[in-house]
């Protein structure tokens, strides 16, 4: 079955310059690049992707990095992955969240590290389920930035929109 899911190459994986090896680590899996963008990423965005998490312990060193704070990098490269199972091909190639727990060949086992105040550097993201996918998709795209329509869509007139253009 055709899923989409996103996949946020973080802070820690820019500044390292993994960008390149992250990729071709990732097109083992033969899945389609529908959308990519570098992003900035907002307080309000990092709060609301990780929203889920935000009773634990951990929530405001969380947003810290990434929102790129921790990094000096404040932006992350955020990709929608689509094709045949491509959460399940996405997250065994992305590894445990836990960097030490990883396996030594995945993404996270061979680059992420866990920092002496405790923070995962795990350098990717990738949705956990479908729904979830549908939900950072979403949050992290609009419809016309990805190449093939994953979820119902609508036109609307907005009126009095500005927007930045080439000058």
């Known amino acids: ?12 994986g820019l500044k390292k310059s993994l960008t390149g090896n992250i990729l ?6 033969k899945l389609e690049i529908v959308a990519a963008k570098m992003k900035r990423v907002s307080k309000e ?11 634990k312990p951990f929530f405001p060193e969380l947003i ?18 689509w094709g045949k199972d491509a959460i399940t091909k ?5 590894g445990s969240t836990n960097p030490e727990e990883a396996d030594s060949t995945s993404i ?9 105040s405790g923070v995962y550097e ?24 990805i190449i093939v329509d994953l979820y119902p869509s609508k036109e609307i007139a907005v009126k009095e929109q500005k927007k930045k253009v080439w000058a």
Not at 1 to 12: C, E, F, G, H, N
Not at 64 to 81: F, N
């Open 108 to 116: 996270r086992g061979s680059y992420g590290r866990i920092t002496t």
């Open 24 to 29: 071709t680590r990732l097109s083992e899996t």
């Open 45 to 55: 965005l990092a709060q609301e992707h990780y929203k889920h998490l935000k009773d």
């Open 90 to 94: 996405c997250r065994e190639l992305a």
């Open 64 to 81: 810290k990095y990434i929102l790129g704070e921790l990094h000096d990098r404040r932006k992350v490269m955020a990709l929608v992955y």
């Open 122 to 145: 795990n350098v990717v993201h990738v949705s956990s389920d479908a729904a979830e996918a549908e939900r950072e998709i979403k949050l992290w795209f609009e419809p016309e930035e």
């Open 1 to 12: 079955m055709s899923q989409a899911t996103l996949i946020l190459i973080k802070p820690d």
